[in-house]
């Protein structure tokens, strides 16, 4: 049933594992969330890089960088 609203079940099965779950389970499931996690860190950072930079086209290197940072290490 899960097959006919996603493309690819196993990579959803994989971000909604969380790894305790996976090494508590290890057999049960074959992936974690983590590597998917780091993946949305990483397009989540650049989008915010982007509006921050076209908000603030004159603004610092480190200024957006610190102001980057309040908003995605939350």
Same mark, same amino acid.
């Given at each position: 049933?899960? !097959? ?13 594992? =969380?790894?305790?779950?996976? =090494? *508590?389970?290890? $057999?049960?499931? !074959?992936? =974690?969330? !983590?590597?998917? *996690? ?6 989540? #950072?650049? /989008? /915010? #890089? !982007? ?7 004159? *603004?610092? *290197? $480190? ?6 940072? #309040?908003?995605?290490?939350?």
């Amino acid at each position: 049933m899960i !097959e006919q609203y996603f493309s690819s079940p196993n990579i959803l099965a994989q971000a909604l594992t =969380h790894k305790s779950f996976y =090494h *508590e389970n290890s $057999g049960l499931v !074959e992936f =974690h969330n !983590e590597t998917l *996690e780091f993946l949305g860190d990483s397009v989540l #950072s650049l /989008i /915010i #890089s !982007e509006a921050l930079y076209s908000m603030n086209p004159k *603004e610092s *290197e $480190g200024r957006l960088s610190k102001k980057r940072a #309040s908003l995605v290490n939350v």
